[in-house]
């Protein structure tokens, strides 16, 4: 007999029923499968394929009932990005066959998801949301974001790689030439920082930030109240171009130095002449 030529590759969505629509016509001697190139952005689990010979629509055959499910990629966090706490972030995702999403993260490039506040059942069109990262966020370097179709959780997309939830750190004092630091006396150093962090490094110049040293040498990070005493400023080297830095220890890139220089005095005590001396 003969061989079949062309034939025509079809789609249903109501089972096989009346609802075909053409996908190609293909020839049969192309081989015995066909890449679909674009699948329909529908939800629908009553699909069937049916291929059928072109010049004997008596000759065909159809597939068994199939579902063509959703799809959610989360484009942006998608690795290596810095998030201060605090600030307001665009994530981003493409959906299709999608019509809710809800949006989670993780802080520990784990498994356990904390749902977004006001990140549910957000219109998937959309493609974004801005988020709004609490002040009091943990500080993180592994960092994830999740987006699911809020009807069906299996269906998701984590970003691709860790980014990092940084800290907003200002330093407060000394930063000013009114800020007179005493060698050898003591001087607290105040800070704020937006985003959660055990401590802080505490670093001095005394030449404009071109070399530091640590406040405490024998402790070179401190807890992060805000406040720090420093209980006897180093005289080594006296200066009127000082700076303090204050730095997220995990990652000290992550930083913030006093506005403008301040001095670092020595002290002068007159000890003769006195009342007495004649």
Known sequence: ???????????????????????????????????WPVVPGIKNNLMRISVTDKNDTNTTDMSSQFEIIGDVV??????????????????????????LVTISYNLTNGTSWTMIPGGDNLTAANESYNWTIPDNMTVTQAALIKIEDSENSTLN?????????????????PETQSDVLIAEEGYEISW????????????????????WSYVNPAMHDVPNTGTYDW????????????????????????????????PIRGEL??????????
């Open 269 to 278: 005590t007159l000890t003769r002449p006195v009342e007495a001396d004649e």
């Open 157 to 173: 997309d984590t970003s691709n790689a860790t980014f990092s939830i940084i800290p907003d750190i200002n330093v407060l004092h």
């Open 74 to 99: 989360v484009t942006t966090p998608n690795g290596g990005q810095n998030w201060p706490a605090g600030t307001v972030k665009e994530i981003k995702w493409d959906a299709n066959a999608v019509s």
């Open 192 to 211: 704020s920082a937006k985003g959660d962090m055990e401590n802080v490094t505490l670093e001095y110049s005394t030449d404009t930030g071109g070399n």
């Open 231 to 262: 209980a006897s400023v180093n005289g080594t080297a006296l200066s009127k171009n000082c700076l303090i830095k204050v730095s997220y220890p995990a990652n000290t890139s992550f930083n913030n130095t006093s506005n403008a220089t301040f």
């Open 1 to 35: 007999g003969s061989l079949i030529g062309d034939v025509y590759v079809k789609y249903s969505t109501d089972d096989g029923g009346s609802q075909w629509t053409n996908i190609s016509t293909v020839t049969a001697d192309e081989g015995d499968n066909y890449i």
